[in-house]
């Protein structure tokens, strides 16, 4: 299966700053996903992001709020923008491995972002 | 619209016990399903999945067959250990390039 390099692993911000959480992946693949999960929840996905194409964002989020680059097929950004304490959560992107046997999706071990 | 429930936790057992979290869904067509494991501080690992009705997934112990008569896809381990703690998370996509659709996990406890 893929590996997943996410950075930062953690980071404590302060209200209205923006951070750009990076994912690099060590194989060329076709989608990449943004997911949160806020504390004590499940996992929501944020947007769907294509080389070459604008992300595809999920009803609730905007891409002024989590713009989302993909410049090639191992690397994609998403950064969290004027954060407010309610963005405080675990942010997670993800990779679909279906062309390879493992036949899934691989996720990178994620941001841990305290927002104060 | 495309759902899957989870039994709530958290679930606390003895060392050695039998487990079972169950998982069922609401989609149409045939959906993948799919077992994820977050231990503490950690990201999300595949534990598991299948693919198609009556195939049974498995993995370190774990297994979970795919009903599509009940819809379910319940996770099973016949002894579990305190290296089993974590959060569970039942999931299910159509295909390649669709989202994951996760329920809401369940904490799993196992104490010595």
């Known amino acids: 299966s893929a590996v997943i390099s996410q950075k930062p692993s953690r980071d404590i911000c302060q209200r209205g700053t923006s951070l750009t959480i990076q994912c690099q992946v060590d194989s060329q693949v076709t989608m990449m996903f943004w997911y949160r999960q806020q504390p004590g929840q499940s996992l929501t996905l944020i947007a769907t992001a294509n080389q070459g194409s604008e992300a595809t964002y999920e009803s609730g989020f905007v891409i002024d709020k989590f713009p989302i680059s993909r410049p090639n097929l191992t690397f994609s950004t998403l950064t969290v923008s004027n954060m407010s304490p309610e963005d405080s959560s675990i942010y997670l992107c993800?990779?679909?491995?279906?062309?390879?046997?493992?036949?899934?999706?691989?996720f990178g071990s994620g941001t841990r972002l305290t927002v104060v | 619209g495309n759902s899957v429930t989870q039994m709530e936790g958290p679930v606390t057992l003895s060392e050695e016990a039998f487990l079972t979290i169950n998982c069922t869904y609401t989609?149409?067509?045939?959906?993948?399903l799919f077992w994820y494991v977050q231990y503490p501080g950690e990201g999300l690992q595949l534990l598991l999945k299948a693919t198609k009705a009556d195939d049974k997934g498995s993995n370190k112990g774990f297994e979970a067959t795919y009903r599509k008569e009940t819809t379910s896809f319940h996770l099973e381990k016949g002894s579990v250990q305190v290296s089993d703690s974590a959060v569970y998370f039942c999931?299910?996509?159509?295909?390649?390039?669709?989202?994951?659709?996760f329920g809401q996990g369940t904490e799993l406890s196992v104490k010595p």
């Open positions: 993800s990779v679909d491995d279906w062309d390879t046997e493992y036949y899934g999706y691989t």
């Open positions: 999931a299910l996509s159509y295909n390649q390039g669709g989202k994951l659709i």
């Open positions: 989609a149409t067509g045939y959906p993948s």
